[in-house]
C-alpha cells in the first residue's frame, strides 16, 4: 500500500478495490501526473478520525511541479505573498489567486471593491502565514480533507471521464465515514459526486470553482472558509 496514514489503510484498501480493472491496469502504466506515490497524498497527513470536512476540487493542477495530489496546494508556489502583494507564482495560479484573495476578503483585510495588488501589499501580514505549506496545514487543522474528484491529471479533454472513474473509489470511501463530515464542492465536475447515492448522507456546501472570478466575494465562501482563519498563525 502508498504510504497513507494508519487510520485510512482500510478504506483506501477497500476504495481502490471498487476501480474497475480497466483502470487500475491504467493507474499502473503512471501516464498521468501527480505520480502515483502521491495520488494519494491527501490521507497521508490527515487522520481519519480529525476530518470535518471533504474539499472536492476538479483534478490535479496539470503541470507536474505544481500536482502534490492535495487539492489546491501547488507545489510550484512556496510564498504566498510579496512585498507588490501576492507572489508571482500565486498570481499565475488563478484559482489559488482567488481563493487567497476570498479568504483575505472573509478576513476582512481586504476590502471588497479593491482586491488589487497594492491593496494586499498594503495589509500588515505580521500575524499571517506566508508559504504554501503552512496554507496546507490550516486547512488540515480545520480538518478539511483536500481531495479532488478525479485523482490524476491526463489532459484537459478527458478530466471528466477520470471524475467518472474514480466515482467508485469516492462512493466506497463515503459509505464508509461518519455522516458529521461535510462535503464542499467546487464547481461542475465535483458536483456530479451529488450522483452518488452515498453523498446524500453529508451536508454538502456547492460553490463555483475558484477559476472564477466571482469566488472572490462570494458569501457563501465567505461563510464556510471565515470560521478556519486559514491564513492565520496558530
Not at 5 to 32: T, V
Not at 82 to 100: D, E, H, M
Not at 103 to 122: H, K, T
Not at 155 to 176: D, I
Request: proline share 5%; charged share 25%; with cysteine.
Amino acid at each position: 500500500m502508498i504510504d497513507i496514514h494508519a487510520s485510512w489503510r482500510d478504506d483506501i484498501c477497500a476504495a481502490f478495490s471498487s476501480l474497475s480493472p480497466d483502470y487500475k491496469d491504467f493507474l499502473e502504466r503512471g501516464l498521468y501526473i501527480p505520480s502515483s506515490g502521491d495520488i494519494f497524498a491527501a490521507f497521508k497527513s490527515l487522520p481519519k478520525h480529525r476530518v470535518r470536512y471533504i474539499l472536492f476540487g476538479q483534478d490535479p493542477y496539470p503541470r507536474e511541479a505544481s500536482a502534490t495530489g492535495y487539492a489546491f496546494i501547488d507545489g510550484a508556489v512556496k510564498e504566498i505573498f510579496s512585498p507588490s502583494g501576492l507572489s508571482k507564482t500565486v498570481n499565475r495560479a488563478t484559482s489559488l489567486r482567488n481563493f487567497i484573495k476570498m479568504a483575505l476578503v472573509a478576513e476582512g483585510l481586504l476590502q471588497p471593491d479593491d482586491l488589487s495588488q497594492p491593496a494586499i501589499a498594503s495589509i500588515d501580514k505580521s500575524d499571517l502565514i506566508d508559504s504554501i505549506v503552512q496554507l496546507r496545514e490550516n486547512f488540515e487543522k480545520s480538518g478539511v480533507l483536500l481531495l479532488n474528484a478525479a485523482l490524476v491529471f491526463e489532459n484537459k479533454k478527458l478530466s471528466a471521464r477520470h471524475a467518472r472513474a474514480w466515482q467508485p473509489f469516492v462512493k466506497t470511501l463515503l459509505s464508509r465515514l461518519d455522516g458529521d463530515v461535510e462535503l464542499i464542492l467546487f464547481g461542475g465536475i465535483a458536483k456530479t459526486i451529488l450522483k452518488i447515492p452515498e453523498a446524500s448522507r453529508f451536508k454538502r456546501h456547492t460553490l463555483e470553482h475558484p477559476y472564477n472570478h466571482t469566488f472572490i466575494l462570494n458569501e457563501k465562501a465567505h461563510h464556510l472558509f471565515g470560521p478556519m482563519h486559514l491564513l492565520q498563525k496558530f
